[in-house]
């Protein structure tokens, strides 16, 4: 009988250790993330397994290639907002931006200046956590992009001296 019930607990564990689904999977994750409503799309960021994913974060960038002046700092209104999808415990994040535009500083430039393209973000959202079981979901309004880019800890901490 031990020898049955042995062999019965590995079925099991070899069932558990199955890998996630990936993007292709309708059945898995995009069942919970509401579809984009008119004027936005959704953006869905998967990430690679890491090691020590506690000390991985993620930084999310949202913004769209104008021409500028190349002199003068420039960037959108708006802010990126976290929110929980209902029933299900997760999260997706919704850049919001405002319909006035952009800001910029006012250092005078030569009207002549030949005019650069330009990356102009929002103030970026971060950290997020670093999380490879689940998406990364991310609505944006249409003509705008999300670039995201990873932060890791150091493998040696310090010790702070009592002053």
């Not at 993620?58 to 002199?71: F, H, N, Q, S």
């Amino acid at each position: 009988m031990r020898p049955f019930l042995l062999l019965a607990c590995l079925a099991t564990a070899s069932f558990a250790a199955e890998p996630v689904k990936r993007p292709d999977d309708d059945s898995h994750w995009q069942k919970a993330y509401p579809a984009a409503t008119t004027g936005m799309k959704r953006i869905v960021i998967h990430l690679d397994a890491q090691k020590d994913e506690y000390s991985w974060k993620v930084e999310l960038i949202v913004g769209k290639t104008v021409e500028t002046d190349g002199v003068n700092r420039v960037a959108l209104m708006g802010k990126i907002e976290e929110r929980p999808v209902e029933g299900w415990g997760y999260t997706f994040y919704r850049a919001e931006i405002k319909s006035d535009g952009m800001i910029s500083t006012r250092i005078g430039v030569d009207p002549n200046q030949p005019k650069v393209k330009q990356f102009v973000t929002l103030m970026p959202h971060g950290p997020v956590r670093y999380n490879s079981r689940l998406p990364i979901v991310v609505y944006i309004p249409e003509g705008y992009e999300v670039r995201y880019r990873f932060w890791k800890a150091e493998e040696t901490t310090r010790t702070g001296e009592e002053g």
